[in-house]
């Protein structure tokens, strides 16, 4: 009875995670209503963030019997934090300049399609036939919704698009790298200094890019409370949750519980945005999560973990 509680709380804690990690989108949107830019708005979160990473990267290393990282491993820590928190989050925040939460998020969701391509063109993993019709799918699904947002939504959305999808490939890349490391690091000590590294990322890029540093302090209040929400809530508290959530069910079970992500957004975004629900949203949505799914459940044989 005991590990039955523990597992319906380490599946409600991956919902929950999923959830606010969807609704990071959301509260982007409703800060850009504000006139804030990508980048300044980007390094406030990011500044807001990195008291929590450092507190967790210090609770990850408190047991003194923790080993030091090795030279190879802290660099390839920093540098994965680059590319999947900095440079992903970047080119998110760009994207969402032009095109909608649901569709945002239903392009991210495909990233285990780009896993899969990178590791059949680069460790030779075979792609079966159930693999290219779960690509077919989500493919599918992102298609319909792609068209239906160029012919009804304002904005750029191909760009939009492009930038997102963008995200997407550098998000996969960090999920690559990361693979091996983390088991020897520690998923929280990795997730805490990777975090840390691309704060330092981001806030370099403010320096560096924006002429009027003092533009970060001239914000409307309603951006500081949203990039403090956006920071707990969709930023840390959401690699706790998935953390404990993986340590109840495992990563499989996890990993299949998080689909409910993209219909979160779509309702998170209805809610607070007034994006539109719409027949073809749904059935994209649907087509997307039933390929990304067909690629994430343990193939005939495999025991999930």
């Known amino acids: 009875m005991a590990d039955a509680s523990s597992r319906l709380v380490g599946a409600l804690m991956v919902v929950a995670a999923a959830t606010a990690f969807s609704a990071k989108a959301v509260i982007i949107k409703l800060a850009y209503r504000h006139g804030v830019d990508a980048v300044t708005l980007l390094a406030l979160r990011m500044l807001f963030s990195a008291p929590l990473f450092a507190l967790l990267a210090w609770w990850a290393v408190r047991d003194p019997a923790t080993p030091s990282?090795?030279?190879?491993?802290l660099r390839g820590?920093?540098?994965?934090?680059?590319?999947?928190?900095?440079?992903?989050?970047?080119?998110?925040?760009?994207?969402?300049?032009h095109i909608t939460a649901a569709l945002e998020r239903l392009i991210l969701f495909v990233h285990p399609t780009f896993v899969l391509i990178f590791s059949a063109l680069l460790f030779h993993r075979?792609?079966?036939?159930?693999?290219?019709?779960?690509?077919?799918?989500?493919?599918?699904?992102?298609?319909?919704?792609?068209?239906?947002?160029?012919?009804?939504?304002p904005g750029n959305v191909v760009l939009g698009s492009f930038w997102v999808l963008l995200s997407a490939l550098f998000y996969s890349?960090?999920?690559?790298?990361?693979?091996r490391l983390v088991g020897r690091v520690g998923s929280l000590r990795f997730a805490s200094y990777a975090g840390l590294m691309s704060c330092g990322g981001v806030v370099a890029h403010y320096l560096v890019t924006t002429p009027n540093l003092h533009l970060i302090l001239e914000q409307p209040r309603p951006v500081y409370w949203l990039a403090i929400l956006m920071a707990v809530v969709s930023t840390v508290l959401p690699i706790v949750l998935t953390m404990e959530g993986i340590r109840r069910i495992g990563a499989s079970h996890a990993s299949i519980i998080a689909s409910v992500g993209p219909i979160a957004t779509i309702f998170l975004g209805f809610a607070f945005l007034g994006e539109p629900i719409t027949a073809i949203q749904l059935g994209g949505c649907g087509l997307v999560m039933a390929g990304i799914l067909s690629i994430t459940?343990?193939?005939?044989?495999?025991?999930?973990?």
């Open 69 to 73: 990282l090795s030279g190879p491993d």
């Open 77 to 97: 820590v920093l540098m994965l934090g680059l590319v999947g928190y900095y440079l992903a989050s970047y080119f998110d925040f760009l994207g969402l300049q």
């Open 126 to 153: 075979r792609i079966t036939h159930r693999d290219m019709a779960a690509v077919a799918l989500s493919y599918l699904g992102i298609g319909l919704v792609f068209g239906n947002d160029v012919l009804t939504q």
């Open 173 to 179: 890349a960090y999920l690559l790298g990361s693979g």
């Open 297 to 305: 459940l343990p193939k005939k044989g495999r025991v999930p973990g």
